[in-house]
């Protein structure tokens, strides 16, 4: 696509030149030779303020709010967001493929991930940005939508009412996933009926030929299966009555990999996926039954099944000192996706110690939620150590101890003097809380 188009979809004045880009970016850090570098003016900084980084690593065009001074070709905006939202409206009406949107509290970028792998297979597939989800990342996604695709496959996330059905909107996805609902996001949600009833908002289809993926073990699937208008509903969960029924998981954590079974269309067929993560079937059967829905031949499914590339810090496993092996599962943190990492433990045979970071977001209950999961965990490893102002109010049990560190710096000392061969170590914590870099500390 040239300037000259661009203007014209985002009513902009352009100056200087047409001329032809390869990709968008909105961060100048990362710029590429010919990209446009779109000039986003945040609540605490000013994109404008980096056009000079942008053009001297060859950024081919700028939008703005403003009329720049450099010899640049520029299209001037009223609103450089509404640019965005512009061109995705128009790259996603042109689009002749098939969208599938995903939401849910947790999962979404790792089902994504796969689903796009399988997806990929003999036809193009296009995907969400890394984890960019939201009202700035689904249109960013969107830019880069072009025809020559077969499929897109687009993650949603929400961090308060009405987010879902604004993207909803833009994405207008043939089919739609959720991947599972539970607590988080309670700042902006209150509970999790609110949060069901948002994440719902993905089954509004802008057609009669809607396809809506949901998770049968879900206590919500009834009321979204009464709220969608889709032709068909196809459910994956551990329930017997599930199209896709999920049994037998064995996770293998020395060689980062886990084996189920499905059953699905009368026959039950063996799977294998690399990582190592109770919750990655679930994650699989929806891509599984999603990308059989869209023609992909099954053979070539459980092939690429077993050397998906999961997103970066979800359970990813790696040496540590002393021999230890440590799990980085420090993209974020929530009741469920921590639960689920340890219950990933289960059947391993070493001493398990969690690292943890609070859970933030959790609104008024966080506090009895942080109590809640040390009780769920202290059943279940041999040692908790912990930082954070939420871990810290917990009442530790008569079975062990819970260990509070007033920073990282104090924790890695004291897990580099006692862990050896026979440990595993799990860390985890909410974005915030930056346990990724103690998880990197580890790292052999």
């Not at 991930?113 to 890394?130: E, P, R, Y």
């Not at 209150?190 to 057609?207: C, M, P, Q, V």
């Not at 079974?261 to 679930?282: Q, T, W």
């Not at 008024?364 to 102002?389: A, L, P, T």
Request: glycine content about 6%; hydrophobic content about 35%.
């Amino acid at each position: 696509m040239n300037l000259s188009k661009l203007a014209e979809i985002s009513e902009g004045q352009l100056f200087g030149e047409v001329t032809s880009i390869d990709s968008f970016s909105i961060d100048s850090r990362t710029i590429k030779q010919n990209d446009l570098y779109i000039a986003l003016e945040g609540k605490n900084y000013d994109g404008a303020q980096f056009i000079p980084e942008a053009i001297n690593k060859g950024a081919v065009g700028i939008i703005s709010n403003n009329k720049i001074e450099q010899d640049i070709p520029n299209i001037v905006v009223a609103s450089t967001y509404e640019f965005m939202n512009r061109v995705a409206n128009y790259n996603r009406n042109k689009f002749s493929g098939k969208v599938i949107g995903i939401t849910g509290t947790n999962g979404k970028t790792s089902t994504k991930q796969i689903l796009s792998n399988l997806l990929n297979d003999g036809k193009s597939c296009h995907k969400t940005f890394g984890n960019k989800n939201n009202q700035i990342g689904v249109p960013y996604t969107l830019l880069s939508l072009k025809n020559v695709y077969d499929f897109s496959v687009i993650e949603m996330g929400t961090s308060e009412s009405g987010e879902i059905a604004i993207l909803n909107n833009q994405v207008k996805p043939d089919i739609a996933a959720i991947t599972n609902v539970s607590i988080g996001h309670l700042d902006g949600l209150r509970d999790t009926e609110s949060i069901a009833t948002e994440k719902g908002n993905i089954l509004n289809f802008y057609n009669d030929n809607g396809v809506a993926v949901l998770p049968k073990d879900s206590v919500f699937f009834d009321f979204w299966s009464k709220k969608t208008n889709a032709k068909e509903i196809i459910s994956f969960g551990f329930q017997e009555n599930s199209d896709f029924k999920v049994s037998d998981i064995q996770v293998d954590i020395i060689n980062n990999s886990t084996n189920f079974f499905l059953r699905f269309d009368g026959k039950k067929e063996k799977f294998f996926i690399n990582g190592a993560s109770r919750h990655s079937p679930l994650n699989a059967a929806l891509s599984v039954a999603t990308a059989i829905y869209c023609g992909c031949p099954l053979s070539n499914i459980k092939e690429r099944l077993k050397f998906i590339d999961l997103p970066e810090r979800r359970l990813a496993i790696s040496n540590s000192f002393s021999g230890s092996i440590l799990i980085d599962d420090s993209y974020n943190s929530n009741p469920a996706s921590l639960k689920n990492a340890v219950d990933s433990l289960e059947g391993v045979k070493r001493k398990k110690i969690c690292i943890l970071g609070d859970m933030k977001e959790l609104g008024s209950d966080s506090q009895k939620i942080h109590q809640e999961m040390y009780e769920y965990i202290s059943e279940r490893v041999d040692q908790i150590f912990c930082i954070g102002d939420e871990w810290s109010t917990c009442s530790s049990n008569e079975k062990q101890d819970l260990s509070i560190f007033e920073n990282q710096d104090d924790l890695y000392s004291h897990l580099i003097s006692i862990i050896d061969k026979k440990t595993i170590l799990l860390v985890k914590g909410s974005r915030s809380t930056r346990m990724d870099l103690l998880a990197d500390r580890l790292k052999e």
